[in-house]
Structure formats: structure tokens, C-alpha cells
């Protein structure tokens, strides 16, 4: 680890164990699963200019498989690009008035994966070497997931359609507003001002 990050990684991946965005496997359990086996290996990204978290646990999808010569990345189908067009979004940003801010937190953290991805995007984890490693799995998709774009724009869709009863001017711009996590809603001032806090 660089910089002395240690700390900060144990503390990102309890975090992580904690909020069960990565799960610890049991013996049985993987004995039991008669599927796809996949180990990637795990390293911080440091972004020191955000405010929320500057290290961030990457799970390295592209690694080659010892035994194949395949990455996980190559198995893996990406899928159609559902995004939105950024220059249409900015574009549009610029014609607004008033508008409400927003970014979606964790936002590719609220995809839940099945049992098969569980076991394809295993990891091994310990503390120090005084400890036993330990299996682990992602039970959600995180940053860097080649399909994780696809899943987030569909959930999104899915959100709008089922919120258009409840605003349906709301809905709509969440499909048109978001440029995968970060976007705005537009809205008539006084409706800006009761949803501020």
C-alpha cells in the first residue's frame, strides 16, 4: 500500500464486510457451489480531491486467469450503452433556471448480484500477516464492473417508471437528467425552494 494507507484500507474493507457489499465465504459454502470459480486480486485507488472518500477498494477484474489466460473482463458481456449523452445533459443544464443538484450516493452499490457473480469476483483478505486469510465474495457491483453502467441505467429506468405516478415530470428527467450517477432535476422555483433540505 502506498502512503502509508493501510490503516485506511483495513478501515474500507470492515466497512465494506459491515455493509455487506462484500460477504465472507464459509467452507461449505464453496464447497457446495458446483459453478465457476474466480479469484481477483484487491489494491486501493487514491483520490485525494474527493470529499466523501479519497481511498477507494478496487477489485481487478482484468487480471488473467491462471489456468484459463482469460480476465473475468473478458467473460463478461457489456452489454448496450443505455447512458444518456453528456453533451446533451450539459447542454440542456445550461437552459435552466433553477435546478436541484443530485448525485446518486453508492449508486452502483445498490446492484445486487447473484450466486454465480459471488463466487467469479472472489477475493482473499486478512488484516496482517499474523491473520488467516479468509475468502470473500461482492455481493454488489461496484465501480469498474463492466456491465455495472447497463444494470445502473436500467435500475434507474425501472425507479422512473414506477415513481411516474408519484411526479411524473420527475421521472422523466431521471431517465434524461443523469449522466450515470450525477445529474439535476429542473423545477419551478418555489418547488426548488420547498425541496431544498
Known sequence: LSNGSKGEYIKEMEKAIAEGTVKELSREEMDNYLGPVNYNNHFEVMKESSISTDLRIVSNSAQKNARSGLSLKECMKKGLDGMALLTEVLI?????????????????????????????????????PEEERKDYGYTLATFGDLAAALLLEVGKRRAAEIGRSI?????????????VDDGYVRRKVEEVERMLG
Open 167 to 179: 411526479d411524473p415530470s420527475a421521472a422523466q428527467q431521471l431517465k434524461d437528467n443523469l449522466y
Open 92 to 128: 440542456h443544464f445550461r437552459t435552466v433556471l433553477k435546478a436541484i443538484i443530485l448525485d446518486l450516493k453508492k449508486a452502483y452499490q445498490a446492484i445486487h448480484l447473484r450466486e454465480l457473480e459471488l463466487h467469479l469476483r472472489r477475493i482473499l483478505w486478512r488484516k496482517g
